[in-house]
């Protein structure tokens, strides 16, 4: 839909206006450079789809066959560093490996959820413009890949955690798209409204405006490349097997996905960098509004979990969790011995804190990139000035205050550790 905004823009003869932007006609439509460039990443996507790949993988997963091994690099181990990797037997490592599988992609399964929604949306924005039926034609490829990724997924993470400890962990029933996209954030009841109050305005709003539906692929791409950091070195593990096909089911599907974002990621970057030069200057209220989802990306990730490398957790909405795998059979703790492990892994400094730091601190470099040549980007935004707050010295006196009111609010629980309760999520 061209603006009605920009239609009375009266321009001398001459004038070249903006890019794709066809004067005669007051039509917009893309440059033949770039739609050879969004042809061949959609042809590319298409001949190298993973998506039977992973249904098959998916299928064909049973615990029992690669539960002695690890899925992921050592390096991305649930608490790898910290004093309860240092102190774990080699089958509690395999476990602590195992379980960052299950919650890595638990929190991915929850980005692509959202993915599928805000492709579409943004594709009915796009196709009223000449010429752009090829971008809603591979955001209908990656929507489907999208369900195919989330269903592998969830077949590896709901048969482990029933397998490891009866009940559900870090997986969840299938949710909607409005839903708080971080599974651990630090959120409560009013905010979690508001965030899908946001969400479904923002979804009717890029239904109908170009300039919305392709800043959409802004915070897609800028989600998407801190993905690529993680994903990166978790499809490496396949690769390092002689022969792939003995390599554990889960280590595969790692692969074929980290296969299917990287084109992913080259849409969100032409739609958000190049097809976004196609279309008028953004008003006042849309660059408000882009930068209102840029910002909101940077809330979500302005901080970094010591227990999951790679996944801007707010680690207090996961103790919990955390106490309930050290108290279950796998680590047999009690309850002093639980509390007194939390309080070494969370609030005292660690390799593995640092090295979550190091890897929220490149992911903040790269969305700094990312952003650079986007104009309408608020300075704020453009230097990351939220996720730049993050600090070794700040996790860990947030850590002191929330484990101490966490501890405290324990004596009032009457908990079961290791009851099957997986049909009714914790």
């Keep these: 839909m061209v603006r009605e905004l920009y239609t009375t823009r009266v321009k001398g003869q001459g004038e070249q206006g903006w890019q794709g932007e066809d004067i005669s006609s007051g039509v917009i439509t893309l440059g033949k450079p770039l739609q050879r460039r969004l042809e061949i990443n959609c042809r590319r ?16 997963f049973n615990y029992g066959d690669c539960s002695d091994s ?9 608490f790898y560093g910290t004093p309860l990797w240092d102190q774990a037997s080699e089958y509690q490592r395999t476990v602590l490996n195992q379980l960052y599988w299950v919650a890595y992609y638990s929190q991915i399964i929850s980005a692509e959820i959202a ?22 034609d591979m955001l209908d490829l990656e929507s489907s890949q999208e369900r195919a990724h989330i269903s592998a997924f969830r077949a590896v993470a709901e048969q482990t955690e029933q397998a490891l400890l009866g009940k559900r962990l870090f997986s969840y029933p299938m949710r909607g798209p409005f839903t708080e996209t971080m599974i651990f954030a630090d959120t409560n009841q009013l905010k979690r409204w508001w965030k899908q109050l946001q969400l479904q305005a923002f979804g009717l709003m890029s239904s109908s405006n170009s300039f919305l539906a392709c800043q959409y692929f802004t915070v897609r791409g800028l989600r998407t490349l801190n993905g690529k950091l993680v994903q990166h070195q ?9 022969d792939p096909e003995h390599a554990p089911i889960p280590s595969k599907i790692s692969f074929y996905h980290f ?11 032409l739609l958000s960098h190049e097809v976004m030069r196609c279309l008028p200057p953004p008003t006042k209220f849309e660059t408000w509004v882009a930068n209102l989802g840029i910002r909101g990306c940077q809330q979500d990730h302005r901080q970094f979990s010591v227990a999951v490398n790679g996944i801007f957790w707010h680690d207090p909405a996961l103790y919990l969790k955390v106490y309930e795998l050290l108290r279950s059979h796998i680590f047999a703790m009690d309850d002093r011995e639980a509390q007194a492990m939390m309080q070494d892994c969370f609030t005292q400094e660690s390799a593995g804190l640092h090295h979550s730091y190091r890897t929220h601190q490149e992911a903040m470099a790269s969305y700094r990139v990312y952003l650079e040549p986007l104009d309408y980007v608020w300075p704020g935004n453009r230097a990351m000035a939220i996720m730049e707050r993050a600090s070794i010295e700040g996790y860990v006196q947030t850590q002191k205050k929330a484990l101490t009111r966490f501890f405290h609010g324990l004596n009032g629980l009457n908990m079961e550790v290791g009851t099957s309760d997986y049909d009714n999520p914790i």
């Design 259 to 269: 296969m299917d974002e990287s084109f992913h990621f080259n849409s969100s970057t």
């Design 45 to 60: 996507n298409q001949q190298q789809d993973h998506t039977q790949l992973l249904d098959q993988a998916g299928q064909a």
């Design 115 to 136: 993915t599928i929604f805000f492709n579409q949306t943004s594709a009915a924005a796009l196709y009223a413009h000449e010429g752009f039926r090829s971008i809603c």
């Design 234 to 242: 978790l499809s490496r593990y396949y690769q390092q097997y002689d």
């Design 70 to 78: 690890y899925w992921n690099p050592e390096e991305f181990s649930l």
